[in-house]
């Protein structure tokens, strides 16, 4: 007997076949017995028939709990009504291993509860279509990439320094050498890896001892940095749109089924498509002056200045020229403002904030050893990253884009804590 799985189904219409899988659901009528099975690639209904099957089977198919480990046999046949387009007219059922009281229920549960269950809750049908969605993602993100001539440069987790402000560090002892931090980027390594081959791109978790408890925050994330030699800010606006539009237009492309398993209104992404507006923050600033916000130029935007201002386009938007001081020591200053940065941040439309922040980055080395002492950073850290800039300094820009924030406003989702499989925020560590 073949073993398939249930996306394989077409192929074996009429045929006898065995499947393995978990038992999603089950519903029952006098002589007939629905078990849904589930497999990861999809839903399959088994109908048992009392007199199909012996009396054995039949009992174990009512009896059965959630989420028991099960293999089923029996004869494909189209159903144009059931979920995936088949039915089994099952005629066999093994248990591999009973699952008895399955926590998690079709009922609604609190999302603490389904957070605490996380490992379990894995298994339910949203969620499984949001991983297949940020898989989707992690690959257009890749391929966008490796068909752009960027090589994939990894950088290192355990660091010496800061690069996105010491406030948000995670420490830890290293033996001899004194004190280790998880990477809050990989840019400045990606930087090293710009001079050697031009155009790379690093992708890999990063950490952020944030003590903000909001819907856009995690400790530990994936973010994607391409870094590119001879790049200015504007190239790197028209690398992060055309990057943008491509992620998002393959994901409607590709995941069109699990998109609608969890309901989203995809009319606003297909809007993702160059170009996307521009705006300076100094019109970002007006914009909330024109909406009645209480802002005070100089500050960063928060989080509802963001939602206000995404609020105003119906795409994403990209707003540059920040003020320097609320802004990394690396970005280069604007030579026709010294007191803006040439930062750019894409704001995602439907209150998703900011889900890329790059810049051009300073390539002078005097400056850049001010910027580092008015940021009281450690400058021995720092002096290899200095020799970027004694040894053949280009100019050259670079964006992070959140991995998850970015599967959050694809997916349409109010908290980040359901993009990545088992999430780390300020108040949670486990499972
Ligand atoms: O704006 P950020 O801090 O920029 C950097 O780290 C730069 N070194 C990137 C670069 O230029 N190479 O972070 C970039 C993105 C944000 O736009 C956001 O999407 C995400 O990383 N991000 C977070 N995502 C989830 N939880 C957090 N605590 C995040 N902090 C940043
Ligand atoms: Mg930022």
Redesign the pocket.
Known sequence: MQKISIKDLSDHVGKEVTLNGWLYNKRSGGKIKFLVLRDGTGYLQCVYFKGNVSDEIFEIADKIGQESSISVTGKVKEEKRAPGGFELDATGLKIISEAVDYPITPKEHGIEFLMDKRHLWLRSSKQVAILKIRHRIVKAVRDFFDENGFTLMDTPILTPAA??GTSTLFETDYFDLGKAYLT????LY?EAGAMALGKVYTFGP?F?A?K?KTR????E?W?V?P?VAFNNLNDNMDLAEEFLEYVVQTVLRDREEELKVIERNTDLLKNVKRPLPRISYDDAVEILKKKGIDFQYGNDLGGTDETVISNEFDKPVMVHRYPAEVK?FYMKRDPENPKLALAV??LAPEGYG??????QREDDLNVLQERIKEHNLPMEAFEWYLDLRRFGSVPHS?????L???VGWICGLDH?RETIPFPRMIYRNTP
Not at 216 to 219: I, M
Not at 354 to 359: F, H, N, R, T, W
Not at 398 to 402: L, Q, T
Request: with cysteine; proline share 0%; glycine share 16%.
């Open positions: 690069c996105e809050q980027s990989g840019q990606a990063t952020r944030e903000s856009r925050h995690l400790t994330f973010m940095e870094e990394a941040d894409v900011e889900i890329i922040g790059g810049s670079g964006f992070g884009m959140g998850e924030r970015t980040v």
